[in-house]
């Protein structure tokens, strides 16, 4: 599936959620469930500096896609980091580099990419499409 | 307090009619009704202070100190009210110790810096506290470093109390300033600063006290305390934002040289020699935050006409009654449990991170704050990555709390 055929599929999962209640259980749930990173990348070097929520990130390049893997230490970012991940990763550089996303604003979670929210998303969602350029430039 | 007292004191005060006087409760957020207890961050404003702003713009807006025409007249006549209100409302000796800043965290900076200057060389000693906020740790490390001094940070205990034996071992000749945190921003601690100040005093030096979150919470004292210098903000105690003030000792003002150049702080320039301005205006260059300035008189009205007592009693009940409440929730820790308490309920859900509990609090309507609250080090001492902080004003109430108690339950159970 492409970039956006994931974000339109999840906009609709996303449409069967009747309040704020259910969608922040699915983003725990997501959260609790996803086992992101292995422990040898939760260091410092891969640590995206949020003000409040921790998030840990790391790249991996095989056959052509980019594979995240990523962390945080609070829950809620853990699933809209899970959220980002089905979304970027395993996709070429070039994809992620030029993808937009639009699905966190359709599903009603625009709040949380907002710079003030401090939840580390933002330089997350930035140093994804960051890497996926250098990884565009190098091979072009 | 037990809990008929409690009670009483949550009855006798009209918080009803409080609220009145306070537009922006009556909205709502995420479609519940708001319930702001991010007081510690900045308070909201009544009606009165609010009117005032617009009859600045309306009525009054001119420069001060300048012009011989009306309207200035009127503005600087007004401008200095507020310096004639804070005297009585610190009991300050003098109107002129009253010198208007941007807020605490300039305050204690124009003290760092001037007072540095003045009195601080290599090998002087500054004493803070590990429980205070980053604007009171900073400015003095900096000092340190430009003067080759030495910072010393007295410790606390788990409850968040100074550890008064080791200040008392740390005071010594080579003290040159005190500076401590009359109300802590993050636990709550109301720090013994009487005894802070006579220890201080006993080997000549100088304290200076953060009361960004002491002035709105309860009377002070200036003379009383005999405190040398005191900071704090306009927007955390009602009033607008961009204003604050430092009160210091004659002597010390006189004492220290001017903090920034320009219009207002001079007597006469002449490119050979420029000879400054007599206190206050010594260390009030450039055009003030005049329509702040001015409102903030409304806003130290309101908290006289309130009664800092009555209002210290009416927030101590809220606290109690608060902090008995979320006890009762399975796997709730406050963090600072100091025996004298202001105002602020740090706490923390045992697997929940503060971020996530915000963020659930701030869906049903809640304000509260999440994080370190700007005292990194203080985290660093409890080992925990922040918390979440609830901080109460005047116009919070009982019901208030019980809804806060709730939606913490309805985090606990969907994040643990």
């Given at each position: 599936?492409?970039?956006?055929?994931?974000?339109?599929?999840?906009?609709?999962?996303?449409?069967?959620?009747?309040?704020?209640?259910?969608?922040?259980?699915?983003?725990?749930?997501?959260?609790?469930?996803?086992?992101?990173?292995?422990?040898?990348?939760?260091?410092?070097?891969?640590?995206?500096?949020?003000?409040?929520?921790?998030?840990?990130?790391?790249?991996?390049?095989?056959?052509?896609?980019?594979?995240?893997?990523?962390?945080?230490?609070?829950?809620?970012?853990?699933?809209?980091?899970?959220?980002?991940?089905?979304?970027?990763?395993?996709?070429?550089?070039a994809e992620i580099a030029t993808s937009e996303l639009y699905f966190i604003?359709?599903?009603?979670?625009?709040?949380?990419?907002?710079?003030t929210r401090a939840n580390g998303l933002v330089s997350m969602v930035k140093?994804?499409?960051?890497?996926?350029?250098?990884?565009?430039?190098?091979?072009? | 307090?037990?809990?008929?007292?409690?009670?009483?004191?949550?009855?006798?005060?009209?918080?009803?009619?409080?609220?009145?006087?306070?537009?922006?409760?009556?909205?709502?957020?995420?479609?519940?009704?708001?319930?702001?207890?991010?007081?510690?961050?900045?308070?909201?404003?009544?009606?009165?202070?609010?009117?005032?702003?617009?009859?600045?713009?309306?009525?009054?807006?001119?420069?001060?100190?300048?012009?011989?025409?009306?309207?200035?007249?009127?503005?600087?006549?007004?401008?200095?009210?507020?310096?004639?209100?804070?005297?009585?409302?610190?009991?300050?000796?003098?109107?002129?110790?009253?010198?208007?800043?941007?807020?605490?965290?300039?305050?204690?900076?124009?003290?760092?810096?001037?007072?540095?200057?003045?009195?601080?060389?290599?090998?002087?000693?500054?004493?803070?506290?590990?429980?205070e906020h980053h604007s009171n740790i900073v400015p003095w490390q900096i000092?340190?470093?430009?003067?080759?001094?030495?910072?010393?940070?007295?410790?606390?205990?788990?409850?968040?109390?100074?550890?008064?034996?080791?200040?008392?071992?740390?005071?010594?000749?080579?003290?040159?300033?005190?500076?401590?945190?009359?109300?802590?921003?993050?636990?709550?601690?109301?720090?013994?600063?009487?005894?802070?100040?006579?220890?201080?005093?006993?080997?000549?030096?100088?304290?200076?006290?953060?009361?960004?979150?002491?002035?709105?919470?309860?009377?002070?004292?200036?003379?009383?305390?005999?405190?040398?210098?005191?900071?704090?903000?306009?927007?955390?105690?009602?009033?607008?934002?961009?204003?604050?003030?430092?009160?210091?000792?004659?002597?010390?003002?006189?004492?220290?040289?001017?903090?920034?150049?320009?219009?207002?702080?001079?007597?006469?320039?002449?490119?050979?020699?420029?000879?400054?301005?007599?206190?206050?205006?010594?260390?009030?260059?450039?055009?003030?935050?005049?329509?702040?300035?001015?409102?903030?008189?409304?806003?130290?009205?309101?908290?006289?006409?309130?009664?800092?007592?009555?209002?210290?009693?009416?927030?101590?009940?809220?606290?109690?009654?608060?902090?008995?409440?979320?006890?009762?929730?399975?796997?709730?820790?406050?963090?600072?449990?100091?025996?004298?308490?202001?105002?602020?309920?740090?706490?923390?859900?045992?697997?929940?991170?503060?971020?996530?509990?915000?963020?659930?609090?701030?869906?049903?309507?809640?304000?509260?704050?999440?994080?370190?609250?700007?005292?990194?080090?203080?985290?660093?001492?409890?080992?925990?990555?922040?918390?979440?902080?609830?901080?109460?004003?005047?116009?919070?109430?009982?019901?208030?709390?019980?809804?806060?108690?709730?939606?913490?339950?309805?985090?606990?159970?969907?994040?643990?």
């Open positions: 599936m492409t970039i956006n055929e994931i974000q339109d599929e999840l906009i609709d999962d996303f449409a069967f959620f009747e309040d704020w209640m259910a969608k922040y259980e699915y983003l725990i749930q997501l959260g609790k469930e996803l086992p992101l990173i292995d422990d040898r990348y939760k260091k410092d070097e891969y640590l995206i500096k949020g003000c409040q929520s921790k998030v840990w990130l790391h790249a991996d390049y095989q056959n052509g896609r980019v594979i995240f893997t990523a962390d945080s230490d609070a829950i809620i970012t853990k699933g809209l980091v899970g959220l980002m991940i089905k979304v970027l990763s395993n996709h070429t550089p604003d359709q599903i009603g979670l625009k709040e949380h990419l907002s710079p140093q994804m499409k960051l890497y996926a350029a250098a990884l565009n430039a190098t091979r072009n | 307090m037990c809990t008929m007292e409690r009670t009483a004191i949550l009855e006798w005060f009209d918080v009803s009619s409080v609220r009145e006087d306070f537009p922006i409760l009556t909205r709502t957020v995420n479609g519940k009704p708001l319930v702001y207890l991010d007081n510690g961050a900045t308070t909201q404003k009544p009606r009165q202070v609010i009117d005032a702003i617009v009859n600045y713009y309306t009525q009054l807006n001119s420069n001060v100190h300048r012009g011989v025409h009306h309207l200035s007249q009127l503005a600087t006549d007004a401008f200095e009210v507020t310096r004639r209100k804070l005297q009585p409302f610190l009991n300050a000796a003098h109107e002129h110790e009253l010198i208007f800043t941007r807020g605490t965290t300039e305050s204690i900076n124009l003290v760092a810096s001037c007072y540095g200057k003045a009195f601080v060389n290599t090998g002087d000693e500054l004493i803070i506290s590990a429980m000092l340190c470093e430009e003067r080759g001094a030495i910072l010393h940070v007295v410790p606390i205990n788990d409850a968040g109390e100074l550890d008064m034996d080791a200040y008392r071992s740390l005071l010594n000749e080579r003290t040159k300033m005190v500076a401590i945190t009359y109300v802590s921003n993050a636990l709550g601690t109301v720090n013994p600063v009487k005894e802070i100040i006579a220890l201080a005093h006993a080997v000549g030096a100088p304290v200076l006290l953060d009361a960004a979150q002491a002035v709105q919470h309860l009377p002070i004292d200036v003379q009383a305390l005999d405190v040398d210098f005191l900071a704090f903000s306009g927007h955390k105690m009602y009033g607008p934002t961009g204003i604050g003030v430092l009160y210091g000792k004659e002597k010390w003002l006189n004492a220290i040289p001017p903090y920034q150049s320009g219009g207002e702080m001079i007597k006469e320039v002449t490119f050979a020699k420029t000879t400054y301005n007599e206190l206050p205006f010594k260390f009030e260059a450039g055009t003030p935050n005049i329509e702040a300035g001015i409102c903030l008189a409304h806003a130290i009205d309101y908290l006289t006409e309130l009664g800092l007592d009555n209002i210290a009693s009416y927030e101590h009940g809220l606290l109690e009654y608060a902090t008995h409440e979320l006890l009762e929730i399975p796997g709730l820790r406050i963090v600072g449990t100091a025996k004298e308490k202001s105002s602020v309920i740090s706490f923390l859900l045992d697997g929940a991170h503060p971020y996530d509990v915000g963020v659930i609090l701030d869906k049903l309507g809640i304000a509260v704050r999440t994080g370190h609250h700007c005292t990194q080090p203080l985290m660093d001492r409890f080992n925990i990555p922040g918390t979440v902080r609830a901080s109460i004003a005047l116009y919070n109430t009982r019901e208030e709390m019980d809804t806060l108690v709730a939606a913490v339950r309805r985090a606990a159970s969907m994040l643990v």
